[in-house]
């Protein structure tokens, strides 16, 4: 997809639509949709933010595992971004963690719109086996994921690229992975125009 479409793209209007507490509450498909979805904290509200260029579009907390809701919001009349809660928070009971597969699990396999996942993973910490299991969740309910590494800001460039060599060698094992890597920064913008392409390419024309 250009570069000048993906601008224009996520230059438009971005609205929350709602927020679905259970898979019987989710709206409509009327949309394209991608879902996001990381480890509590991996940074996932600030690059929602940094895509549409909105401070306040989704929630920044410093409460890891605070977004409990499948949230929606409406880009333009092309594609719908999909806030799924943030998984492995270690002050989060066993009992959660079991809500939290039931409920993305439930998402995942009732959205035939959904055109592809959004899989975060904190450069600084690399696949962690938290992040394993929702990658086997994925690859299980066949759904395509993008890899993409948040807060790379906070490498050296040689660190960088190290784990980014290391994130696309695992994904490739992985029969759902979408064989490409993003490495963002939302904080510096890296990453964010590359991610934006990949996006729009989902979208509706």
């Known amino acids: 997809m250009s570069p000048e479409f993906a601008r224009k793209l996520f230059a438009q209007s971005c609205d929350f639509v709602c927020g679905a507490p259970a898979v019987e509450n989710l709206p409509p498909q009327t949309l394209p949709e991608v879902a996001f979805v990381g480890r509590s904290n991996v940074g996932k509200s600030s690059l929602l933010n940094a895509l549409v260029n909105r401070r306040t579009l989704a929630r920044v907390s410093n409460t890891p595992g605070r977004t409990r809701e499948i949230n929606f919001f409406r880009l333009g009349d092309a594609l719908m971004l999909v806030d799924l809660p943030g998984y492995g928070y270690a002050r989060a009971s066993k009992s959660l963690a079991a809500e939290w597969q039931r409920q993305i699990t439930g998402y995942l396999t009732a959205r035939a719109n959904l055109r592809r996942v959004v899989l975060l993973i904190d450069a600084r910490r690399g696949i962690m086996p938290i992040d394993r299991e929702a990658m086997a969740l994925l690859d299980r309910a066949a759904v395509s994921y993008v890899p993409v590494l948040t807060k790379t800001d906070k490498l050296k460039a040689t660190e960088r690229a190290e784990i980014t060599a290391s994130v696309a060698a695992e994904a490739q094992t992985h029969a759902a992975a979408y064989p490409e ?25």
Do not use: F, N, Y
């Open 181 to 205: 890597i993003v490495a963002t920064s939302a904080e510096k913008g890296d990453g964010i125009d590359a991610l934006r392409q990949h996006l729009a390419a989902l979208a509706r024309p």
